[in-house]
């Protein structure tokens, strides 16, 4: 190789010894004039399709001697040099597209790569130095100019020239001659370099040019999909003019777009394509489609319609193969937008800008999808609430309506309309409590909900006309956001009014019957309790008359209780229920309690476990009246040879909250009541202290199941409070807390 390659020095035509004669100053002139014509050539076919190739072109016919001519870019990201185009007269060989691009040289690597590496022209004047350069190669890229060399003339030359911007490497010239006479001579090649050098400014502008008019296409394309996409008004028609569009900017005439629909490929849309298997709303299974792997992997993919293809035979002849674009949003694909290639069109694809539309389109057809489920499942919502006996309002986390049934509206009487403050609604509604206080702004049905509270029977009065008022019952609860804050809220209500009425009718029937009953049947208890005295004490009676009398005296005493129970609800309710505060000793009042029902029940076991004396500041007879009715009921509901158990302790009750009388911070004294029953749902324990409720199980005896709810009232009117702890076929416990010594007492 020594000899061969003469790079240009510095100053190497200051270094020349022979002043050049006028033939040779002629010649170099008409040279520059045709490298300047020639660059202003190339820098007029910017808008050329093909610049590289045109560039390429327009060398070779331009330049004297130059029989072929390739141009190489220079790849920045992956630092080679690659062969960008080649031009030559018919009878030398050119390399075809797919050894082009097979082709990439390293800096330094051949006279192409150094003379990019050095920045330095190199001129190959030797025979076979072409040969030589090729040797010197990497393997592939040897053999692949090893086929070339070989149909080549053994005396080619070659001017390899290095096309920069400055100190950024464009790529390289490089122009063959075949004969010495036209070839460049040493003191013509700096002319040759000036020249490149214009090139790599023509060369970048070019590029530049390039990349910028692909911007602006896939910018228009991109604009006319979303433009479509927009001034559609259905999903069908957004499908059809985006498809419109994309076959437009790739220049295909048939195309088809898929959906993805659950294990499934249904035809949405399609263009020029008469097989009825892909007319609108025909579809496939995925599974073994050629659209599955697109589907699966996201990404986009060619195939050839040879005669294997599942599609080969379906579509029009003149379909070569099917470019297939994954339709995604937020990384799930929707559907597969499908375009006929036929000729060079595969070369005109810009899969930037496929992308792109791809994406545009998936993230349209999600959007139509997710409204057309939120529409329908509106519409099934409107349908269930409208069908909805009791009134339904649901609002949002400000607390404005979002939608109500008509029955609402019927029983409110007020027109309630979508954003509408329902703090107004309820303020012209004139909320007030069952006995008669104003609601607060923060305790109205919707306001409780917002701040988190789930409830049911929240009975409030409202005004909805001149001097008409209704009971009207609440259930509400929030709705929550999927991180978890509260989002809204939705309140049903109905009217119960009337039960209100029949309530009070029964309490008033209850109170007077009470009354008319409390006189005889203490008349009766007085006599019953003579002749028990009488019986037990007459030698002469028998067993029989002993068990007869006595089971007379305990049902009297069970009426007498009904009674009782009867009396003190209507005593609350009017609110004539007083306590009488006095100093007792609890244990006494508890043993009297037991004793009391364990004379009239020889079916279970009674055991106290407690101090031998303990006082408190109570009302004597209501305490004992809650002991009773506990006991009772632990025997009622108990299966017969059980044991019911009575706990007493002292313990510190800092902090407990009592309903009726506050906070208090002292020793209290905790009764626990246990039976060995059958025990209660959580379904029962939550309705336990209602008024009248009664659980119906297999032991259950006879009562108006006030007896838990009178206990419940009056250890609450103490300061204190009550609780149970059950579980079916575990039995049940119920505690009662009192202080020791109440607010206000003694």
Known sequence: MEGTLHPIAPNQTEALTEEPSLSQLQAQNQLLLRLLRTSALLAAELESQDFAQTAVQTIVESLPGVVKAALWFFDRFEKRLRLAAVYGVPHLPVLDTDARDQLALRLYEGHVGEAVATHQPRLLVAPGAFVEQIQTLDAENAAILSQLAAALPPDLRIACLPLYLGSLPIGALELFYTDSESSPTQEELPLLQAFADQLGVVFHNAQMYAEMSAQHRRLQAFDAVVTAITNASDVEQMLEQALSVTLYVVGAERGMILLNAEGLAEVAVSYQISSSAFAPGAHFPLEGSPCAEVIRSGQPSVQPLRSLHPWAALLPADIQAVALLPLLSGGTVVGVLVIGLSGDSEARLDWASLLAIGNQIGIAVANHQLYNASQ?????????????????????????????????????????????????????????????????????????????????????????????????????????????????????????????RHDAVRDEFVAVAAHELRAPLAAVKGYTDLLVRRILQDANSSERDHKGIMMLSRQIEHLVQLVDNLLNVSRLDSGQLELHLTRVDLVSLIEASIERISLGDANHDFLFNGPPRLEIICDQLRVQQVFTNLLSNAARYSAAHTRITVELWVERCAGEQGTARGTFDEDCVVVAVRDEGVGMSPEIQAKVFDR???????????GLGLGVYLSREIVVRHGGRIWLDSAPGQGTSFYVMLPISPIGSL
């Open 376 to 500: 329908r499942e509106r519409r099934q919502l409107a349908g269930v609430i409208a069908s909805i006996a009791e009134g339904v309002i649901i609002c949002d986390r400000l607390g404005h309506l979002v939608l109500s049934n008509d029955a609402a509206e019927t029983l409110l009487a007020q027109p309630l309309e979508v954003g509408m403050p329902l703090a107004e609604l309820a303020r012209l509604l004139v909320m007030r409590t069952l006995d008669g206080q104003a609601v607060s702004s923060e305790e109205t049905p919707f306001a409780r909900c917002l701040r988190g509270d789930v409830y049911q029977n929240y009975d409030v009065m409202i005004n909805v006309g001149v001097d008409v008022q209704l009971f009207i019952s609440c259930s509400g609860a929030p709705l929550l956001a999927d991180d978890g804050s509260i989002d809204g809220a939705v309140v049903v209500i109905r009217d119960v009014t009337e039960y209100k």
């Open 692 to 702: 009248y409720y009664r659980a119906n199980t297999a032991t259950a005896t006879s």
